[in-house]
Structure formats: structure tokens, C-alpha cells
């Protein structure tokens, strides 16, 4: 049995006076929850007021991005050593909006100025890469754009992009990690992923995962789905085989509705 996970991704929500209410607030109704692993990754400014919130609860710390460097000229990056000294145990990475790829955006948010979010397959690689060397879990991101799925994409994108991610990994890296199907046409969109469809994508991916590294490790790796993720539809998901969790955007900026689907998870995990 795989301890599910519920990972709250924050995005650019929160100052450090929001995020202290938020994490206190997810702390009194969770802080000491079974059966359900919960991770919050807020903005890189909120790390070390979220940390001071979350101490001595079961609830941990994870950041949304990372540098493979350690230090140096790199204006506006972190590095490993720098989240670790913030609290994180876990790094979000390779995630869409980080690709430059979004379920939805303004008009004039233009294909060239999404490439300010400049993450590619290789970039991913190296990323996951220094969250390892500092041991950190990386929670690693893929999944099609709405125009890739309406083309019969789907497989192949997800699976370029994981094998990319995962290239010139030993079994024992690979089994470090978490990781996460989202559908991009689904993330911030409302749109959620028919229950059995990303059960049968995360399938697909425990597939790449026993290629990459071997069938032990692929039983025991978290995959989690992701993309509009919310209490109603957390109970169909949750009830998927192959789905060990959540990484959640909108519902884990209010306390009571991410506590309510760390309680399915546990709930569904203890049953
Ligand atoms: C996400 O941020 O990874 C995400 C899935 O967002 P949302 O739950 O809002 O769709």
C-alpha cells in the first residue's frame, strides 16, 4: 500500500501574512493527520514563515522551483542549499506553467512572453538532478496541452517528457521520487480529468517508471494526479488504483477545502 500524498501548490498566492493564516489554519484541522502525507509549497517569500507554522506537525515544506547550481551569478534562482535552509524536504518541478505551458491565459499573454517560464525537458533533468544531491524529493511534473490531447498526443507527450526527466537515473534515484499527471488543460481550468482516464495515464507512467528503473520500484513510486483537483471530485479520484494523491492548486489556498481532501486520502487509504 502507497501512503497517498496531497501537495498544496500556492503558485504566486499568499504573503507571509496570508500564508502564516493559511498553514495555521490547515495546521489545527491536520497538523497531526494519518495515513496521508501533506506537503505545502508555497512561494519562495513564504518558506520560512510557512516552516515556523508547520513545526513539530507531521505536515511538511516544499518549494516550487529550483537552480542545479549551488551558488553564483544566477540573479533571481535558488539553489538546494537554499531551500533545505528554508525547511523544504520537497521541490515541485518541471511543472506546465514553469514549461511556459497554461490551461488558460490572457490575450496578451503571447506565446513569446510565456517564455519567460523557461523549463524544458533538459532543464527538468538537471533540476531533479540537485534535488536529489541535496535530498530533496522532487515532485515531477507532466502532461499534454488540450491541443496535444486533441491530436492523439497524449501518451507520447507524457511519456517524452518523463523519460527526459528521468534520463540517466539509477533505480535507487528514481525511487526518490514523486510523481505528477497534469493534464495542463485541466490545472486552474475547472476542467477535471475523467476519473478512470488518469487512472489509465498514470498507468502508463508506472509503465515508464518500471522501464526506467525496474517493477519494485514502480509499485512503490507516489504518482499523483493533478488539475482542478476539489472536494467533490476527490472521492472518484482517490478511489482510482493508480492514483496516489494530489498536487493541488485552487483548492489548497482555503484551509477547509484542502483539509477535506487530505481526509478522503487518508480515509480512502485506511479502508
Ligand atoms: C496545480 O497547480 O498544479 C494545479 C493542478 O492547479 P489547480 O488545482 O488549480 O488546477
Redesign the pocket.
Known amino acids: 500500500m502507497r501512503t497517498p500524498i496531497m501537495a498544496g501548490?500556492w503558485?504566486m498566492n499568499c504573503d507571509n501574512d496570508e500564508a502564516w493564516q493559511l498553514a495555521s489554519a490547515i495546521v489545527e484541522r491536520a497538523g497531526d493527520v494519518e495515513g496521508c502525507e501533506v506537503v505545502l509549497c508555497p512561494a519562495a517569500t513564504a518558506l520560512t514563515t510557512v516552516q515556523a507554522a508547520i513545526e513539530d506537525t507531521v505536515i511538511r515544506l516544499g518549494a516550487q522551483n529550483i537552480f542545479w547550481e549551488e551558488k553564483g551569478a544566477y540573479t533571481g534562482e535558488l539553489s538546494g542549499p537554499m531551500l533545505v535552509s528554508c525547511g523544504c524536504q520537497y521541490v515541485i518541478i518541471g511543472?506546465s506553467e514553469r514549461r511556459g505551458r497554461f490551461g488558460s491565459v490572457a490575450d496578451d499573454f503571447t506565446p513569446e512572453l510565456q517564455q519567460v517560464f523557461g523549463d524544458t525537458d533538459s532543464s527538468v533533468n538537471r533540476k531533479v538532478k540537485a534535488a536529489l544531491s541535496y535530498d530533496l524529493t522532487p515532485i515531477v511534473c507532466c502532461g499534454e496541452l488540450l491541443s496535444e490531447r486533441q491530436a492523439g498526443k497524449t501518451d507520447e507527450v507524457v511519456a517524452g517528457q518523463l523519460r527526459a526527466a528521468l534520463a540517466g537515473f539509477a533505480a535507487d534515484q528514481v525511487a526518490r521520487l514523486v510523481l505528477a499527471y497534469?493534464p495542463v488543460w485541466?490545472?486552474?481550468?475547472g476542467e477535471v480529468c475523467e476519473a478512470d482516464e488518469a487512472n489509465r495515464v498514470l498507468g502508463l507512467i508506472r509503465g515508464i517508471v518500471t522501464e526506467c528503473a525496474d517493477e519494485s520500484v514502480a509499485q512503490r513510486m507516489r504518482i499523483l494526479y493533478?488539475?482542478?483537483?476539489k472536494p467533490d471530485n476527490v472521492p472518484g479520484l482517490m478511489d482510482q488504483p493508480e492514483i496516489d494523491g494530489g498536487?493541488?492548486?485552487?483548492?489548497s489556498l482555503q484551509a477547509d477545502s484542502f483539509c477535506e481532501l487530505i481526509e478522503v486520502a487518508a480515509e480512502v487509504n485506511s479502508g
Open positions: 501548490n503558485k511543472h497534469e485541466a490545472i486552474g481550468t493533478g488539475g482542478s483537483v498536487l493541488v492548486g485552487g483548492a
